[in-house]
């Protein structure tokens, strides 16, 4: 028997190892920005590291790339086209400079010098459609995230020495169709160009795909709904991602966490048969887009929409406490807070106006310590500092997003800090002491010091209450 269970343990791992290897997922990821012969752009090698560490936590082998020259970008591509032959998910992106003649697409490595139609036909630039059909042919998802929808550097010279007036080069990237099981997505609409976004941070665009693609349970499709809304409100409707899509299942990057999608899902693969999709994830994603309102016909909504829903109680302890409005201790807290800062959105690019430098980002840390909301003080905003700005939004009943706006900035910074005892305090405090007459028979009481960890202590107890103050300026 114990032989047998022994094989029986052994066939598992073997099935266990054979399903991991199932599970294949490659990205090409390449960003190119230091043109030699054209204007340079300095975010797309920012955006091709920002992605390539975002797919790498997901699972996927990334062959990774930035400022490539014309052979540097085929030795690269030669060797995504091997390791995506027969995967179950291929990524193609790429960020930098790419050109649209007589309606079909091209790439531009960093060493293009490109003068007539003639140079881009005979190699020069990439052509993207050839390219995705060598590399990505056989997959069973292709995913393809094209950045490049910006001005044609080449577009002047090309018309100058075409041979005929008649030669159509466009703005931005032409339209592309895509084949069976394959999503394509482009940074804007066809013929429109979109933006770099400031120096040293991300592109709208990738920063969003990196916000949405990866979400636990969120399906892709789902996702870039999610990407073309964050865009348009951070470019203010001045960019608007487009895609084509002909995928013929749900593909989830970061797999469902439903025990019923799970099962309905072949080996690990994160692709589910349409039909077999779960609501829980539907779910799942409604709650987050409410659970942290102020609006009592929000999470009314929730609860109409899920009547036995697994949110439920929370959504009535949030009712509840939206009901009983905020305490005295918070409107304390709050006066005078311009109403708009219970409002308006913080995102990213908001964030960047404000333009914090190191030493005013570590002066924000120092200050939501000092409130109780503990962080660590490096000037850089990392994944723990917007997790406890989210705390303090959601606390002061601000919009939660985990970035600031001019508004939340000030009012931050307009937050009594509870000070420590100042040593002449401490000095009135012991002579009063000493003149007081003892006790002849009871022990001296233990003397405590005291230290700004108290004060912080004392703060955060005003920052608890904050939760419930944005319900009456929202409404």
């Known amino acids: 028997m114990r032989y047998l269970t022994l094989l029986a343990s052994l066939m598992c791992m073997a099935l266990s190892v054979s399903a991991a290897k199932a599970d294949r997922r490659v990205a090409f990821v390449v960003g190119n920005g230091s043109y030699k012969n054209v204007a340079q752009l300095p975010n797309p090698p920012i955006d091709a590291k920002a992605m390539a560490a975002t797919l790498r936590n997901v699972g996927f082998e990334v062959i990774e790339g930035s400022n490539l020259s014309r052979d540097q970008m085929t030795e690269k591509l030669l060797d995504f086209g091997r390791k995506a032959q027969g995967s179950d998910i291929a990524l193609f992106y790429y960020a930098g400079h790419g050109i649209a003649v007589s309606g079909t697409n091209y790439l531009l490595p960093v060493d293009a010098d490109i003068k007539s139609e003639m140079d881009v036909k005979l190699g020069a630039a990439i052509n993207i459609d050839l390219t995705l059909e060598q590399t990505m042919g056989d997959a069973k998802v292709k995913l393809v995230f094209l950045d490049a929808c910006r001005d044609n550097p080449f577009a002047a010279k090309i018309k100058s020495n075409a041979a005929t007036r008649s030669v159509n080069v466009q703005s931005g990237l032409a339209e592309m169709k895509s ?3 394959t999503l394509i997505a482009f940074a804007t609409g ?82 589910v048969p349409a039909a077999a999709a779960s609501s829980d994830g539907v779910e799942l994603e409604y709650w987050r887009s409410v659970k942290e309102s102020n609006k009592p016909e929000e999470l009314n909504a929730y609860l109409s929409a899920y009547p036995n829903g697994q949110f439920k109680a929370l959504a009535l302890a ?29 995102t990213q690019l908001t964030e960047d106006q404000i333009g914090l430098d190191k030493t005013q980002r ?10 109780g909301f503990d962080t660590k003080q490096t000037g850089v905003f990392g994944d723990e500092t917007r997790a406890v700005l989210k705390r303090w939004q959601a606390a002061r009943g601000y ?3 985990g970035y600031l706006n001019k508004n939340q900035h000030k009012a931050l910074l307009s937050e009594v800090v509870a000070a420590p005892a ?6 009135q405090k012991a002579a009063r002491r000493a003149s007081a007459p003892a006790p002849s028979s009871a022990p001296p009481p ?17 920052g608890v209450v904050g939760g419930m103050m944005g319900g009456m300026f929202r409404r």
């Open 179 to 181: 084949g069976e099981g």
């Open 190 to 271: 066809p013929g429109q160009t979109a933006l770099d976004g400031q120096e040293g941070n991300n592109s709208p665009f990738t920063r969003a795909l990196i916000d949405n693609i990866t979400k636990p349970g969120v399906e892709i499709q789902q996702a870039m709904t999610s990407v073309r809304a964050q865009v348009n409100e951070e470019t203010r409707k001045g960019q608007l991602p487009w895609g084509h899509t002909n995928l013929t299942g749900s593909v989830y990057l970061n797999q469902a966490p439903t025990t019923q999608v799970a099962n309905a899902a072949p080996t690990a693969t994160g692709i």
């Open 318 to 346: 949030r009712l509840a406490a939206i009901k009983s409005g905020p305490s005295t201790a918070t409107r304390a807290l709050n006066s005078g807070v311009d109403p708009a800062t219970f409002t308006d959105e913080a």
């Open 362 to 371: 570590r002066d924000v840390q120092r200050r939501l310590n000092a409130l």
């Open 399 to 401: 919009p939660s997003s």
């Open 422 to 427: 100042t040593a002449s305090d401490n000095s």
């Open 446 to 462: 233990p003397q405590r010091s005291s230290s700004p960890g108290d004060a912080a202590g004392a703060a955060f107890v005003g």
